[in-house]
C-alpha cells in the first residue's frame, strides 16, 4: 500500500466518528423534520401518513387548494422576526463596533481582564439573565423607581411585553457574538494605514469609509450572521420579554409542537426558518469565503 493510499485510510478511520455523529445527530434529525413538514396532522397529534403539501401554503398566508384560505397571520409572525432579528444586529453593532476599538486600544492586561469581561455571561444560566432585565423593565421595576426618583414616575415607559422589551434581552444576551468578531478584526487593523490616509489628504470621515470599514467589513458581517441567527429563532426572550403580545416565529414552532400538536406545521415552520438561515449562511460563505481556492475579493 502507497504511503498516499495510507495516509487516506487513516483520515477516513479519523474522520468515520464525526461524520456517523453528525448523520445521527443532525441529518438524520432533519431528514425527519423534512419528511414531517409534507405530511397530513394527525387528529389528536402526530401525524398522519398523506402527502399533505398545504403546510407551507399555510405558513406564507398564499392558499395551495381549495381546502387553504388566505391568512396572513403566520406570514406577519415571520417578517416581525426577520425585523427584530435585523434590530438586533443593528443595536450590536452600534454598541460593539466604538467598543471594540477601545478594547483593540487597551495595554495588554487590561485587555485581557475587559475580554474575560465580555465573556463572563455565558458563565450565568441564560433564563436568569434574561429574568434579571424583566425584573429591571416591568411596571414596579427598576426603570420605574428610577423615573419615581427624580419626579418623572407619571412618564415612565412601559417597555415590558413589548417589541423594545424583546430587543433589549436579545441584544443583551447576543452581544458577544457581535463583539468577538469585531474585535478579532479591529486588533488586526493597522494603524498606519489611517496614517497614510490622513498624508494623502483624506479627511478622517474618508479615512474610515475608504480604510476602516473595509478592512473590518469581515468583522461586521460576521458578528452580523452569528446575531442574526440565533436573534431570528430565538424563543426564550420573547417568551418571558414579549409574552403574548410579540409572537415570534420561535415561539410559533413550540407551540405548534406542543400546545397546538399539530407537527407537520411546525416542521414545515421550522424547515422554512432553517431556510432563511442558510441563505444568510450561503451569501456570507459566498461573500468571505473561499471559492476555487481564491479568496473573493
Given at each position: 500500500m502507497s504511503p498516499g493510499s495510507s495516509r487516506r485510510w487513516a483520515l477516513a478511520g479519523l474522520l468515520t466518528p464525526a461524520t456517523l455523529l453528525l448523520a445521527g445527530c443532525f441529518l438524520v434529525p432533519l431528514g425527519i423534520m423534512a419528511t414531517y413538514s409534507v405530511l397530513s396532522p394527525g387528529l389528536y397529534g402526530g401525524v398522519e401518513w398523506e402527502f399533505y403539501p398545504y403546510n407551507y401554503g399555510r405558513v406564507l398566508g398564499a392558499p395551495l387548494g381549495d381546502v387553504e384560505e388566505f391568512d396572513p397571520v403566520?406570514?406577519?409572525?415571520?417578517?416581525?422576526?426577520?425585523?427584530?432579528?435585523?434590530?438586533?444586529?443593528?443595536?450590536?453593532?452600534?454598541?460593539?463596533?466604538?467598543?471594540?476599538?477601545?478594547?483593540?486600544?487597551?495595554?495588554?492586561?487590561?485587555?485581557?481582564?475587559?475580554?474575560?469581561?465580555?465573556?463572563?455571561?455565558?458563565?450565568?444560566?441564560?433564563?436568569?439573565?434574561?429574568?434579571?432585565?424583566?425584573?429591571?423593565?416591568?411596571?414596579?421595576?427598576?426603570?420605574?423607581?428610577?423615573?419615581?426618583?427624580?419626579?418623572l414616575g407619571a412618564h415612565a415607559p412601559d417597555l415590558m411585553f413589548t417589541e423594545g422589551a424583546v430587543v433589549i434581552g436579545l441584544a443583551y444576551v447576543l452581544l458577544p457574538f457581535m463583539f468577538l468578531p469585531l474585535?478579532?478584526?479591529?486588533?488586526?487593523?493597522?494603524?498606519?494605514?489611517?496614517?497614510?490616509?490622513?498624508?494623502?489628504?483624506?479627511?478622517?470621515?474618508?479615512?474610515?469609509?475608504?480604510?476602516?470599514?473595509?478592512?473590518?467589513?469581515?468583522?461586521?458581517?460576521?458578528?452580523?450572521?452569528?446575531?442574526?441567527?440565533?436573534?431570528?429563532?430565538?424563543?426564550?426572550?420573547?417568551?418571558?420579554?414579549?409574552?403574548?403580545?410579540?409572537?415570534?416565529?420561535?415561539?410559533?414552532?413550540?407551540?405548534?409542537?406542543?400546545?397546538?400538536?399539530?407537527?407537520?406545521?411546525?416542521?414545515?415552520?421550522?424547515m422554512l426558518v432553517l431556510g432563511i438561515i442558510l441563505i444568510a449562511m450561503l451569501a456570507y460563505a459566498w461573500r468571505f469565503g473561499r471559492v476555487d481556492g481564491a479568496v473573493r475579493p
Open positions: 403566520y406570514a406577519g409572525i415571520l417578517l416581525r422576526s426577520l425585523r427584530l432579528a435585523a434590530v438586533t444586529v443593528v443595536v450590536c453593532l452600534c454598541l460593539c463596533y466604538p467598543a471594540a476599538f477601545w478594547v483593540s486600544r487597551l495595554p495588554g492586561a487590561r485587555k485581557n481582564l475587559v475580554l474575560f469581561l465580555v465573556t463572563l455571561p455565558f458563565f450565568a444560566n441564560l433564563i436568569i439573565r434574561v429574568y434579571a432585565w424583566m425584573l429591571v423593565l416591568r411596571p414596579t421595576g427598576v426603570l420605574t423607581r428610577a423615573f419615581d426618583a427624580v419626579g474585535y478579532a478584526s479591529i486588533e488586526k487593523l493597522d494603524p498606519a494605514l489611517l496614517q497614510a490616509s490622513s498624508d494623502l489628504g483624506a479627511s478622517p470621515l474618508q479615512g474610515f469609509l475608504r480604510v476602516t470599514l473595509p478592512l473590518t467589513a469581515p468583522g461586521i458581517l460576521g458578528g452580523s450572521v452569528l446575531v442574526f441567527i440565533p436573534a431570528f429563532g430565538n424563543f426564550v426572550v420573547p417568551a418571558m420579554m414579549g409574552g403574548a403580545k410579540v409572537m415570534l416565529v420561535g415561539n410559533t414552532i413550540e407551540q405548534q409542537f406542543l400546545a397546538a400538536r399539530n407537527w407537520p406545521f411546525g416542521a414545515a415552520l421550522a
